[in-house]
């Protein structure tokens, strides 16, 4: 009475392996920081109600990610991803930019 693992059935094993096995989160933000060398503080902002009254409300979020080459800027709009700790504070990455504001 050993503790036996059912193996999947071969038609389920290929539907699995095609699926991407990454489970992190990401997020949209904007940058308000920038002064930092390779890292950027993004706030990210999400509007919920308030459990008794309703009320919408907007809560924000600053969290400092990575980024390797230094090229987004203050205002840009960006989608962050999880990663594995790279410093004390620094436990996002800054997957790719989603919109930059008009200069004029």
């Known amino acids: 009475m050993a503790n036996q693992v ?17 489970r992190k989160r990401k997020l949209i933000g904007i940058v ?14 999400r509007r919920l109600a ?4 309703g009320k919408y409300m907007t809560k924000r979020a600053k969290y400092k990610a990575h980024d390797e080459k230094n090229e987004y800027r203050v205002g840009d709009r ?10 004390r504070q620094k436990r996002w990455r800054v997957e790719r930019l989603l919109d930059r504001p008009q200069e004029g």
């Open 6 to 22: 059912s193996s999947p059935a071969p038609g389920d094993q290929a539907a699995a392996s095609s699926r991407p096995q990454s």
């Open 32 to 45: 308000t920081g920038d002064k930092m060398n390779k890292t950027r503080v993004v706030t990210v902002e």
């Open 78 to 87: 960006v989608l962050i991803v999880e990663s594995r700790p790279l410093s």
């Open 50 to 53: 308030h459990a008794k009254y």
